[in-house]
């Protein structure tokens, strides 16, 4: 099998995996008269869920009478609809389909944070492109219009005088599964990606990818919480309690994540594996690793700052305001 083959291959197992993984629903062995219901996506930064998944945090601490089930996720768009329609109780995703949606008037609330940092800018080989100021012209991918990458490069690219097409700039958008990239690099479809790890440090791996702006550089890099534990206003009013106990739990699963590194890895590593079928190296999931950083904290001012970004860049039409957003009963 040549390298080309191998890409192209490993993008599709990992694709097809992901798609899988939006339908999957599993129960834990716990039998009881309630059921709570945690939402994730098989990505790097959801680490404290699997985690929590793998060492029972929260059945221990919603206790015996509460059967839990948990639900895996392609993308924030798929999450949201699920937490919307009550498919989904409590869960991660990143902050920017929760203010998109939060605008729209959906009910959401961030309970926590999970991890920060991970996005990069990575560049294909074939590219030309050794710096931002090569940009120009060229074209890029991010799962999605407005989502948190997204902006992220986006704001980013304000200070170099660069914006997309969709806003009168020279640089084409597309969208994509983060799977599809290395295939897209290789077939020459696009030149940049704003991507979040491990699939940063995959496309430098299996497509001889650059990174040309890390995630200490890119904006809000270092303090945006990329992953948030949220609910529903409705979920929190009725069950407090219930939420109280999955925070606490995500919590000790973070704490866990921070004490002891290796295991958290193997525990990601294979959880990955059975949601998308295709399993990560371990070089590629220790230099991933080293660009998150696991923690419960939300910075409300960034929080804001982010957003007031997505009005500047066209992705909100009105300026928010997220002090309702962000519930911080929970947050110690």
Known sequence: MNKKTKIIGMSFLLSMGLLAGCDSSETSSSAGSEKVVIGYFPN?????AMVAREKGYYEKELGKNVKVEYKTFPDGGAFMTALKTGDIDAGLVGPGPVMNNFTNGADVKIIAGASSGGTAI???????INSVEDFTGK???????????????????QDYGISSARIGGTLKHVTGNPAQ????????????????EPWASQLVKEAGAKIIVD?????YGKTLPNTILVSSGKKIKADKEVIAKIV???NEAIDFINKNPEEAKKITIQSIKEITKQGLDQDVMDTAWTHIRFTEDVNQDVIQQFA??????????????FKALIDTQFIN
């Open 308 to 321: 007031n970004s997505s009005v500047e860049l066209r992705f909100l039409k009105d300026q928010p305001d």
């Open 215 to 219: 995630s200490s550089q890119i904006s």
């Open 44 to 48: 790097i930064d959801h680490a404290p």
């Open 248 to 250: 606490k739990a995500q």
């Open 139 to 157: 074209s890029f991918i991010t799962p999605g219009v407005g989502c948190t990458h997204d902006v992220q490069m986006e704001t980013f690219l």
């Open 181 to 196: 990239y290395a295939s897209m690099f290789e077939s020459g479809k696009v030149d940049l990606a704003a991507v979040p």
């Open 122 to 128: 990575v560049a294909s080989k074939q590219s030309g």
